[in-house]
């Protein structure tokens, strides 16, 4: 049995332009949403054209802006699959309606945003209720979840989420329920069964805790646990715009697998293909990138995506040291604000220069105990800047598979200097584990450096044995964290009386001093 799985395809339709979009400066988001139909219909195409499969999940993010005008035209591209043949399975999630008085926006011709209505929830779940009620088996009535039989031996069940009354999503205990029921029921006749909810149950990257905690089902870990115990053994997700897959393996040997689908019209634009063996267990999962849609970009589309987004950040972080006009200018996409960046530029334009100016040579030099390198050992990376990596790190954090290789110099050396600020923090008199989610700073980064687990863009798994083993890479320690702590308290003791009034600099002593004593 083969599927496709799209995710977060964000059409905006023209209509929401009271001008050609074209005329206006490029938006400052990852999204291409100027280009959003044309790579729908685009990757629609292409699935339309493939006479080996039938089925495509779309998890949620239909739209970007919620409006009727862009609802109707996905609706209209989901009937042009259904009208070749293909069995759809689509859903909405939050950026496609509100629960409550809430206006999202269009564009005058100016490009200024004016605030528009966003659809009902309860229409906008009727309206793509349409598409797929003749093909499920079951509803869940309290939230518009489903079950579909996919082929004789496998199903698909659509697990929507609510908001809770502190405004966070779940999958409330009902839905739960009658899920339960569902899963007991296809189990019993040996069914296989793939479950799919929008927001990701297992963390994409553990820099996700930190960046986005709130952009999970808040009861994820309960949600997991259970769909596990139930006999689900993968879930397909979007909302994050990662294209990643993750897995956790519990206590009673199950593993349970969250394959999450990168942006249709993000970075990079991408779709997956899946074929599951129901015999042997295995699911296969590979990607799709898609690419020359009908609209002249001036160059590729996966460029042109690259362009907006790591470009874009790209610019920002090479400007934050050099231009302050041009850093405030672009802040502005980082929900900035140029006065307030400006009135900052005193710490900005200096952070920018050491960040942009740091080498390979200059970091080398801090952590030779820690790699055990000489200065001949990296003498040819000395030069190399530090910005590029930092920059590839947020590239795979959205594409999957970080890449720098673990054997590298450039690898031992990152990875030293985030020990030796680990080895920092365990010195501070309070527990930064808990800020950064019970992780330590090597947990978060490492991820974003190497890709240890499962291929994110390629993989087979197998669903009926062990866990795949995760790659052993070679842990760094530092010791230096004391020493550097106590020349940093030094040196803010001598240069306080300069930098801060006499009343301060004392309350500093003070505070330093009770540190210690506690």
Known sequence: MRFYIVSDTHLTSKSNWDCDPYTLPRPIDHLCYRESSQIIKKAFDLIIADKTTDIVFITGDLTNLGDWDSHKEMKYEIERLQANGKRVFAYPAGHDFTTADEYSFRFDKNGK??????????????????????????IDDSSYSYIAQLDEKTRLIILIAKDNKDNRLVI????????????????????TIFASVHHPILYPSPIYKIIAPHDMIANNDEIAKSLSDAGVDVIFTGHSHMHDIEYKVYENGKTFYDITTGALTGYLPCMRIADYNNKNKILEVKTIYIDD?????????????????????????????????????????????????????????????????????????????????????????????????????????????????????????????????????????????????????????????????????????????????????????????????????????????????????????ISIRNLFIN
């Open 113 to 138: 945003k004016i605030p528009q209505k966003k659809a009902d929830t309860k229409e906008v779940f009727e309206w793509y209720k349409k598409t797929w009620e003749n093909d499920v088996i079951a």
């Open 172 to 191: 409330t205990d009902e839905t739960m329920n009658w899920a339960s029921h569902q899963i007991t029921q296809a189990k019993s006749q040996n069914m």
């Open 293 to 509: 849609i009908e609209t002249e970009l001036g160059c590729c589309l996966q460029e042109y995506s690259y362009q907006g987004f790591i470009g874009f950040m790209e610019k920002m972080v090479y400007s934050m040291g050099d231009d302050i006009n041009t850093f405030a200018k672009m802040a502005i996409g980082m929900s900035m604000k140029p006065a307030k960046v400006k009135k900052l530029s005193w710490i900005i334009t200096p952070l920018g220069k050491f960040i942009n100016h740091s080498t390979f040579g200059r970091i080398g030099k801090w952590t030779r105990k820690e790699t055990g390198f000489n200065k001949k050992d990296f003498a040819d990376i000395k030069d190399k800047k530090i910005v590029p990596y930092i920059i590839n790190c947020i590239k795979c954090l959205y594409t999957g598979d970080a890449d720098l290789n673990p054997n590298s110099k450039e690898y031992a050396i990152i990875m030293s200097f985030i020990a030796i600020l680990d080895n920092i923090t365990d010195k501070l008199p309070i527990n930064i584990k808990d800020k950064l989610h019970g992780n330590n700073l090597k947990d978060i980064v490492q991820p974003l450096l190497y890709n240890e687990g499962i291929c994110d863009k390629e993989a087979k798994i197998y669903l009926d044995d062990k866990a795949p083993k995760r790659e052993k890479l070679k842990e760094f320690t530092s010791k230096k964290g004391g020493k550097i702590l106590t020349i940093l308290i030094i040196s803010i003791i001598i240069l306080s009386p300069i930098l801060i009034p006499t009343s301060l600099f004392f309350a500093l002593v």
